[in-house]
């Protein structure tokens, strides 16, 4: 079974996330994003990237938490470091404007795919969130750009609450470019890009370079040390405990 499925339309690779029943997030899955991403660089043809869900429903909810209850720390820091440093360098190198089309809830691991893109398109009904700190683990990669964005007070809210909040709290927070009805959203970020497509590919491939540079050195020295902060949290009683009270559906009892 495909996890990441891939097509190119007018000039736009589509990378639909695929595995059912809320697109959680493994270490294969990661590698075929990751892959698709490089295949989309390498193809001269593609001048613009959408990463959307095939799920109805769901973005995506995140790490796999059932498949991290006792796993090594080498599994975790393997995970991550595709998740935060691999998936990071994949957008980078990418060239090409990328969109990341949300419809239903995209929570954690989820948000760190979508806000790797340049631009989030999303539906009415889209929701947000960073539940990590509900299982006893932190959503470290966004402490570097988060703030930045939303400000700090805000960004504590957001991180250390763990609570939801709809697509348009997001826009108006900046963290959405645009919100449509339900629906809408994979058309929206089709025309979106086909907006981008439309612009010189080599204008396009150095202004993003440069933007990145200007706008993202600090997330990507961030994300080093966000690996080794979430591993090590993830190394605590209270994280297995979390993950536990996960899996078997209860409130965890904190140490």
Known sequence: MSLVTYTVRDHVAEILLDNAPVNALTVPMVDALIKALDRAASDEAVRAVIIASAVPNRFCAGLDIAALQGASSDTVHTLLDKLYVQLSEAQHRLGKPSIAAV??????????????????????????????IDVGMLPAIHFTHLPRIVGRHVAFDLLFTGRSFAAHEAQALHLVNRVVPPGQVLEAARSLAATLAAKSPSAMRIGRAAFHRAADSDYRRGVWYAVDTFCRVAATDDAREGIAAFVEKRRPVWG
């Not at 809830?105 to 760190?112: L, V, Y």
């Not at 795919?113 to 340049?118: Q, V, Y």
């Open 103 to 132: 419809s239903g809830a995209a929570r954690g691991g989820g948000m760190t795919l979508a806000i790797s893109c340049d631009l989030i398109v999303a539906a009415d009904d889209a929701s947000f969130g960073y539940p990590e």
